[in-house]
């Protein structure tokens, strides 16, 4: 998409989006026990199944701590930002269909790709449009280990 389109800080505004194109996001990141204890910790998540190795190792089929599927959710979406709505999101409006279909561990490198899915102008605002993305997150391997549909209140372009 031409850059002139896009917003300064990088985003797309509701008309530069179009019905069934994807992104691949070069941005990739490896995740680590300090994110996962961080996140667990600071969202009040005890769950043993994220923070404690001993017990994933005696109680668990994994046999290691899995990442937090919200961590995992944030993440995912964060990684598309820059390449779709960073500074063109009014709200994000909601996020359904959320899916973890493979573990994400400790060490595992995260891709993420987005599709957009519709778009469909405000019924309440002129200046703003609703666009439905569906964000997939894999790791290393290939295998998809999150999924979610976003529906995000986007701005359109400011009138010249």
């Known amino acids: 998409m031409p ?3 896009r917003h300064e800080r990088g985003g797309l505004y509701f008309e530069d989006f179009r019905v069934g194109h994807s992104f691949e996001h070069r941005l990739r990141r490896t995740v680590t026990q300090m994110d996962n204890m961080l996140f667990s910790n600071m969202t ?4 043993p199944l994220h ?18 599927s919200l961590f995992t959710l944030g993440l995912m979406i964060g990684i598309s930002v820059n390449d779709t709505t960073v500074g063109t999101t009014i709200a994000n409006l909601g ?12 060490g595992d490198t995260v891709r993420c790709s987005t599709e957009v899915l519709a778009k469909r102008e ?13 964000h997939r997150a894999f790791n290393q391997k290939g295998e998809l280990v999150a ?3 976003r529906q995000a ?6 009138a010249a």
């Open 95 to 106: 996020m359904t269909e959320v899916k973890f279909p493979h573990p994400l561990f400790e």
């Open 3 to 5: 850059s002139e389109t």
């Open 153 to 158: 209140f986007m701005k359109k372009r400011p």
């Open 147 to 149: 999924e979610c549909r």
């Open 122 to 134: 405000s019924r309440s605002r002129t200046d703003a449009g609703i666009v439905e993305f569906h």
């Open 44 to 47: 009040l998540n005890p769950q």
């Open 51 to 68: 923070i404690d190795v001993d017990f994933c190792e005696r109680e668990t089929e994994w046999g290691k701590p899995l990442m937090n």
